[in-house]
């Protein structure tokens, strides 16, 4: 009996850290439009493909579903199709509290966490710009654990590494409509982007860079 239920157990722990999609390949199911000033059109196909249209200036989508706020990973991949500015604003919550993954913005290259400390991503010390091409893919993996956001875009093109001792220390830009896409969601600025293989997955065991140096 003993060992019946340690394989239970095992198993309901491996369905867990099972990675959730969270685009289901047919409809914008589990996702509102945002309401956003002169958005762009948002359609699904059934490749799995979610295209964003070009708002004026932006165009998003907000998650409808249940998520967990702390220990979970997301995956998506992303391509700027047309336009100079980010194809990938990825709301997330940390805690209590929100922040943006930008990919792409302030003029086509920067990417960075707006916001921390209240210093959005062109501010703050983890604003990065790198060289997009149109039409490419690009891999954004996003890991949120208590103490530590970490980023990563194409494994190395671009990382972000976050200790925090409070969660809210990260916020939202003012004066945009970025909070529409809270509690989690995508969104371009005057820019075509399509979104793909967009997936959830708890983290059930921390590893050591998951955790504060002071935690280690």
Not at 119 to 125: I, L, P, R
Not at 164 to 186: A, C, E, M, N, Q
């Amino acid at each position: 009996m003993k060992h019946m239920l340690f394989f239970i157990a095992l198993s309901a722990l491996a369905a867990a850290a099972e990675p959730r999609a969270l685009f289901n390949g047919k409809d914008l199911s589990g996702w509102k439009i945002a309401d956003m000033t002169d958005r762009g059109d948002v359609k699904a196909y059934s490749n799995g493909v979610v295209e964003c249209g070009t708002g004026n200036p932006m165009t998003g989508i907000a998650y409808t579903n249940t998520l967990p706020s702390m220990n979970y990973e997301l995956s998506l991949e992303a391509m700027r199709v047309e336009g100079s500015d980010f194809f990938a604003a990825l709301t997330i919550p940390i805690g209590k509290s929100f922040c943006t993954v930008i990919v792409g913005g302030w003029g086509g290259g920067l990417c960075g966490i707006s916001s921390f400390d209240y210093a959005d991503a062109s501010e703050n010390q983890w604003c990065e710009n790198i060289a997009f091409e149109n039409n490419r893919w690009y891999t954004l993996r996003v890991r949120v654990t208590p103490g530590v956001l970490q980023i990563f875009l194409n494994k190395d093109l671009y990382t972000a590494r976050i200790e925090y001792d409070d969660s809210s220390r990260f916020s939202l830009r003012p004066g945009s409509d970025i909070d529409k896409t809270k509690p989690l969601g995508l969104a371009t600025y005057q820019t075509r982007a399509r979104w793909r293989n967009f997936t959830l997955t708890p983290i059930i065991t921390l590893q050591p860079a998951d955790k504060p140096l002071g935690d280690r």
